[in-house]
């Protein structure tokens, strides 16, 4: 089993949809837990972190974090075509290092 | 954040031959990470680079072939050895912030080795 596991895609939605990206991981003591954005040739960008459970949000983005499911998802709201990229999960180890899942990428079609 | 500035930003090799990667930071950070993204696949962890001391290597990587130093607070060097085609990748580092534990990446160093 892998440590951290997405859905590699692609996942299609239309703009403005509501886009939702799912990651599972296996470590239960994980604590923190990210979402990255990266375009294609380019480094990752981090755009969400989550540390306790429920829901955090930021301006059209909405992370969700259930550690007893361990499970985390972000929700990108009113989807608009320039968030077309492959979102990355990443969750801490208790060593600290941020181990990632393989990434889902995502399509809005205008 | 942190701004993470690495050099080259890409370069091709020939076989056998070795390739340093800088990675400078623009702040005291507490850990430093190197990363390698092969084609069309996420990022893998290589090592933790240690201020002062030895990195510490993930499981099927090995000093001999990736070597690390980090000899202040805001620096780190990997250096990718004899290389061969399947080391074609991009090499990452990355800093974590000292308050918010957050990672943040350079702009990658693509090798491409023939």
């Known amino acids: 089993q892998k440590e951290v596991e997405q859905n590699s895609g692609p996942l299609s939605v239309p703009e403005g949809a509501i886009a939702s990206l799912n990651c599972t991981y296996s470590d239960r003591v994980s604590q923190s837990f990210f979402w990255y954005r990266q375009y294609s040739g380019k480094s990752p960008e981090l755009i969400m972190s989550?540390?306790?459970?429920g829901d955090k949000e930021d301006g059209r983005f909405t992370a969700q974090l259930n550690k007893a499911s361990q499970y985390v998802s972000l929700l990108i709201r009113d989807s608009q075509p320039s968030d077309s990229a492959t979102y990355l999960c990443?969750?801490?180890?208790?060593?600290?290092?941020?181990?990632f899942g393989q990434g889902t990428t995502l399509q809005v079609k205008p | 954040s942190a701004v993470i500035s690495q050099k080259p930003s890409r370069d091709i090799c020939q076989r056998g031959t070795s390739l340093t990667i800088q990675c400078q930071v623009d702040s005291q950070v507490t850990m430093m990470f190197w990363y390698r993204q092969q084609p069309g696949q996420s990022l893998t962890l290589i090592a933790t680079?240690?201020?002062?001391?030895?990195?510490?290597?993930e499981s099927g990587f090995v000093i001999d072939k990736f070597p690390i130093s980090r000899p202040n607070l805001t620096f780190s060097t990997l250096t990718v050895s004899n290389m061969s085609p399947e080391d074609s990748s991009i090499y990452l580092c990355s800093a974590k912030g000292q308050n918010t534990g957050e990672l943040f990446f350079g702009e990658g160093s693509r090798l491409t080795v023939l």
């Open positions: 990443a969750v801490t180890r208790n060593t600290g290092k941020l181990i």
């Open positions: 680079a240690n201020q002062g001391s030895e990195a510490t290597y």
């Open positions: 989550i540390y306790s459970n």
